[in-house]
């Protein structure tokens, strides 16, 4: 275990059997359609390249590049840095997110896909904080539902640090 990292909450092998049961429920939702992923980077890369693997479908994926969050506090801006290549409009558009927090960011984020006009859109989210959502959101995907802690690893950074880590962990309170 890093030095930093206080508390494993989901190991490698949890998180990959997790997402494995949520690329089979994908698979079957949108049997015989295709499919146009959004990945929500940077945080989404680990989860969006293990689950695809397991998509059995037609699949477009492409990425948006956003910026809601200095640190450790969300500012409740959001900021596209970098936007979409493909139009999204008639299409069947899954947004894939690393977490969700207050939901401030995906609200957003699905109010400004809404407004291109797909034909349906759906939210996966690998981590769901409920305890600290300041905003409703509809999420049809959750890997994994867990506590108001501060997380780390598989995607999730501290300043830029720990993505690589390849398990989901709590940093120590010194730390931050
Ligand atoms: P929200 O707008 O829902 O509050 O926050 C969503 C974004 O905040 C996520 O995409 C993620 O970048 C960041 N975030 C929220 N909670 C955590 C956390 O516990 N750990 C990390 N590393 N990022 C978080």
Do not use: W
């Not at 977490?99 to 699905?110: H, S």
């Not at 780390?152 to 993505?163: A, C, F, I, S």
Request: include cysteine.
């Amino acid at each position: 275990m890093h030095k930093d990292i206080k508390e494993i909450l989901f190991s490698k092998e949890v998180i990959s059997k997790r997402v494995n049961e949520l690329a089979r429920m994908i698979s079957l939702d949108y049997k015989n359609k295709n499919l146009f992923m959004v990945g929500v980077l940077k945080g989404c890369f680990m989860f969006i390249s293990d689950l695809v693997k397991n998509v059995k479908l037609n699949l477009n994926i492409d990425f948006m590049m956003i910026s809601s969050y200095d640190g450790k506090q969300s500012s409740g801006v959001v900021r596209i840095l970098l936007d979409l290549k493909q139009s999204i409009e008639g299409k069947d558009v899954l947004i894939v997110e690393d977490i969700v927090d207050t939901g401030l960011t995906i609200n957003y984020l699905v109010k400004n896909m809404k407004a291109r006009k797909p034909a349906s859109l759906e939210v996966c989210t690998l981590l769901n904080k409920p305890s600290c959502r300041k905003v409703r959101v509809k999420l049809k995907y959750v890997g994994f539902d867990i506590p108001n802690k501060f997380v780390v690893g598989y995607g999730l950074d501290y300043k830029e640090y720990y993505r690589n880590l390849p398990y989901i962990g709590v940093l120590k309170d010194e730390v931050i």
